[in-house]
């Protein structure tokens, strides 16, 4: 009987151990279903939900009491074959894992997880069925989000160059006819930087946004638009019926994007130009169609912009010889292929030439002189005209402190030069290595010059003042000149253009213009410098104007250094036998 009541004692304690522990997995089984991410569920064999744990609501937003007794496969979904068939699939009875089946969650949104599942087996074999369900919504978006990103810009939600050549290709391989071609637009913002820079870069967005708005207005729902970068754009126009509807398209963008975009309360006013290469007509490669309509583009921006032109053989031919000049271009800085001349401008007052302009000149090899407007153009869309302009400001400076003793020497500008501040570090440099008295310099600037942004000009100017050095507005009255540009700006004299001066004196009209522009710099305290004087009876009359100074072929061409010493040496020759012949009388 002792033996007895001891084995009893002992299971006794075995047996609430066994209760203690079961008790403790129980615990720890739910802490852990209540702590993880996933919820966990049981079915019967029917696929009837039959258990589920207190973290499905919290992550499905469904109660557990509304899904008890209702079936697995009511609820999510496979996203490549019948849940169902999956879970029952004969012979299978270990763990298995199942990627991205979807559900909607009680909000009606579309959410997705991982399943896992193992069949419950008993002796007399599977009599239900239990998992794991993992959310990975989020990665699902995050993968979705990354593939959009990797076809669509960020900022418009326009496709991007990759999924523009997947369209376009696609398009070519449905072979378009001469009947029914595809056109290739490329479609660049003309005055777009100037917005960056005087409204800011969120300005310069919401410009960008709006406009990819506008432009999918201008097509059809099957046609593309895209954005290449920057402010560059492509519209991709399938099944064309005629010629004159890409006409039609081209002239109702120029349109759209010609009308202001209100931002911010401001009125930002842009332009587009528009280049077309035609598939079959002009290829049938994607990367050619590409080339082609950029080439047509390039020449709508250089025949005045905020216009489109087709692309024509003729222009591929131009921008070879075009890259060809560059090349051209390159090497000539590198082996010294220009010179300078210089063009006397004559002082009323002293009554003797006072002053030089330098002008550049190339000699081509093979194309033997060429004149500034046949590469100074070139040189500034490369930005070669930087180490250009760098050559003629130390050529000039060495040329008038060695060899024009007295005289001051003018130097061209270029827009372009013009909006950097490193123009005050170069010219500084050229009067150091010349020791040029720095009023001898003359800085020569076109009006238009100063447009871009009038408070850095200003600047800008101000900084050139304090070397010492002067400033001259070329070409006066061919811009937009005005009494607060000669008020506001520091410029210590004008040039009229030669256009004012070729009817003088005949015209009675052109004589009032000069001499109203004259007596308007004087009243200014500036020196007026009449250009492109080629007669007697132009001298004469702008003397009796009391014009400052004359530049043109009458004074003297434009002449190599050592030919305008001699012709200098001549002059004094003359002038100091004329003095001795008046003093013998």
């Not at 209540?34 to 609501?57: K, N, V």
């Not at 109660?63 to 029952?88: C, H, Y």
């Not at 024009?404 to 013009?418: D, K």
């Not at 250094?561 to 001795?580: C, F, N």
């Amino acid at each position: 009987m002792l033996k007895k009541a001891r084995m009893y004692d002992e299971n006794t304690f075995l047996l609430a151990q066994s209760r203690h522990a079961l008790t403790a997995s129980e615990r720890r089984f739910r802490d852990v279903a209540e702590a993880t991410t996933d919820w966990i569920w049981e079915t019967d064999t029917d696929l009837h939900f039959t258990w589920l744990s207190d973290r499905f609501p919290g992550i499905t937003g469904h109660s557990i009491s509304a899904w008890l007794g209702r079936p697995v496969t009511a609820f999510m979904e496979a996203d490549n074959q019948p849940l169902a068939e999956w879970i029952k699939l004969p012979g299978q009875t270990g763990h298995r894992r199942l990627l991205h089946c979807r559900y909607l969650s009680a909000m009606g949104h579309q959410r997705y997880c991982h399943i896992a599942i193992k069949p419950v087996v008993t002796p007399e074999g599977i009599v239900g069925y239990r998992g794991t369900a993992t959310d990975v919504t989020l990665e699902v978006e995050a993968q979705a989000r990354v593939e959009y990103l990797s076809r669509h810009d960020e900022l418009t939600g326009l496709p991007n160059r990759v999924r523009m050549r997947e369209f376009l290709e696609g398009k070519l391989q449905a072979l378009p006819t001469p009947e029914h071609p595809l056109a290739m637009m490329s479609l660049d913002l003309d005055k777009f930087k100037p917005v960056n820079d005087l409204f800011g870069h969120g300005a310069g967005d919401a410009v960008l946004h709006e406009v990819s708005t506008r432009l999918r207005s201008c097509v059809r729902d099957y046609d593309l638009v895209a954005r290449q970068g920057g402010d560059e754009f492509i519209l991709i126009i399938s099944d064309i019926q005629h010629r004159s509807d890409i006409e039609l398209l081209c002239n109702r963008i120029i349109d759209e994007l010609a009308r202001p975009f209100v931002i911010n309360g401001n009125e930002i006013f842009i332009g587009a130009s528009i280049g077309i290469a035609m598939a079959p007509q002009d290829a049938v490669d994607a990367g050619e169609l590409l080339r082609f309509s950029d080439i047509a583009l390039y020449k709508a921006k250089n025949a005045g912009r905020n216009r489109w032109m087709f692309y024509t053989p003729e222009m591929a031919e131009q921008v070879v010889q075009r890259r060809e000049m560059e090349n051209s271009l390159r090497d000539a800085l590198k082996k010294q292929q220009f010179r300078l001349v210089y063009q006397p401008r004559y002082g009323h007052n002293s009554s003797r030439i006072i002053a030089v302009e330098a002008l550049i000149r190339w000699e081509h090899p093979e194309l033997g002189l060429l004149m500034p407007e046949q590469f100074i153009s070139l040189a500034e869309e490369t930005g070669l005209i930087i180490p250009l302009s760098d050559w003629v400001l130390k050529t000039a400076c060495h040329d008038a402190q060695q060899s024009l003793p007295g005289l001051s020497v003018s130097v061209n500008i270029s827009a372009v030069e013009f909006q950097s501040w490193g123009l005050i570090d170069r010219v500084r440099d050229a009067l150091q290595a010349s020791q040029l008295d720095p009023a001898r310099l003359e800085i020569e600037i076109t009006e238009n010059a100063t447009l871009w942004n009038p408070e850095n000009s200003l600047e800008l100017m101000l900084a050139l003042k304090k070397l010492g050095v002067k400033l001259l507005m070329d070409d006066f009255g061919t811009g937009y000149s005005s009494l607060s540009y000669l008020r506001n700006f520091p410029f210590d004299g004008i040039k009229l253009d030669k256009s004012f001066i070729s009817d003088m004196p005949e015209s009675d009209s052109a004589n009032t213009i000069v001499e109203n522009i004259i007596g308007l710099g004087k009243a200014f305290s500036l020196s007026i410098t009449a250009e492109g004087v080629e007669t007697e009876g132009q001298l004469q009359k702008l003397m009796m104007m009391e014009c400052d100074e004359t530049q043109g072929y009458l004074i003297g061409k434009p002449l190599s250094l050592t030919a305008l010493r001699e012709q200098m040496a001549a002059l004094d020759s003359a002038a100091q036998e004329r003095t001795g012949q008046q003093s013998q009388g």
